[in-house]
């Protein structure tokens, strides 16, 4: 079975910092892509940040750059997501995701839960 686990989550005030985690179980996740996406209440899913298999390469939305920082480690099949100058509207349930060549081949967490207020 595939899972993606992801930890981390937690109450931080505005201008906090917080390191998400993703874990992969069922797959060995040199082998995809890892994007970082969340959502907020009444809001629709977006991408926060992407890494490539390599990890050479790397994306974030407008609002995060600067703050948020995507790494792997391949060994460790882990993904994580370094945030920092924490603000409320990065308030989120912020989900991993593995992707490749197919839908088939795409998994997704079921999310943690990130707030930030004061």
């Known amino acids: 079975q595939v899972h993606l686990v992801e930890s981390g989550g937690g109450l931080v005030q505005p201008g906090g910092s917080l390191t998400l985690s993703c874990e992969g179980s069922g797959l060995s996740l040199r082998d995809y892509g890892m994007s970082w996406h969340r959502q907020a209440p009444g809001k629709e899913r977006g991408l926060v940040a992407s890494?490539?298999?390599?990890?050479?390469?790397?994306t974030y939305a407008d609002s995060v750059k600067g703050r948020f920082t995507i790494s792997r480690d391949d060994a460790n099949n882990m993904v994580y997501l370094r945030m920092n100058s924490l603000k409320s509207e990065d308030s989120a349930v912020y989900l991993c995701k593995a992707f490749r060549d197919s839908a088939q081949n795409t998994y997704w967490g079921e999310g943690t839960l990130v707030t930030v207020s004061s």
């Open positions: 890494i490539s298999r390599s990890g050479k390469s790397t």
